[in-house]
């Protein structure tokens, strides 16, 4: 079974960020609808092991009293994961170091013997996202990608 680990820090009142955001690990199962037709829920993994597909879902949350603008999230992707697709219509840029962002496609792998070569979705170690408006105060939202169990 996979488990991962939330710290929270204490921090002075005047130094506290509005911004709350959770990290949940969600897994897809298919609901029949009245209907005859089937739906995909994101619900609570019962148990994953290696090659399991997840759903990592990012949830944010403006606190404060004022909006957030230009606001940012970027995650690593959690240990025991390998990235594989983004999750939704939001396209998170993607990065194998955490410091440099951008698609896939753009990614390079430094070789230990020097040179590099083009990264691999496994290879992703971080995923970000950029929110185009303000974030109002009471308001928030999430953002997924598609993993799997290493």
Sequence with gaps: MLSFLIAAVATP????????LETRILAERRVAAPDGSTRVELVPPARVGPGDPVVV?????NGGAQ???????????PRGLAYRAPHGTEMPELSVDGRRFGPLASLVVALPGG??????ASDVTHVRW????????????AFAFR???R
């Design 130 to 141: 950029r929110l185009s408006t303000s974030l109002a105060a009471g308001r928030g939202g």
């Design 57 to 61: 879902e990012v949830a944010f949350r």
């Design 147 to 149: 993993a799997v169990v």
């Design 13 to 20: 009142a005047a130094a506290v960020d509005p911004l709350r």
């Design 67 to 77: 909006p957030i603008g230009g606001l940012v999230i970027a995650n690593p992707v």
């Design 115 to 120: 040179g590099t070569r083009p990264a691999t």
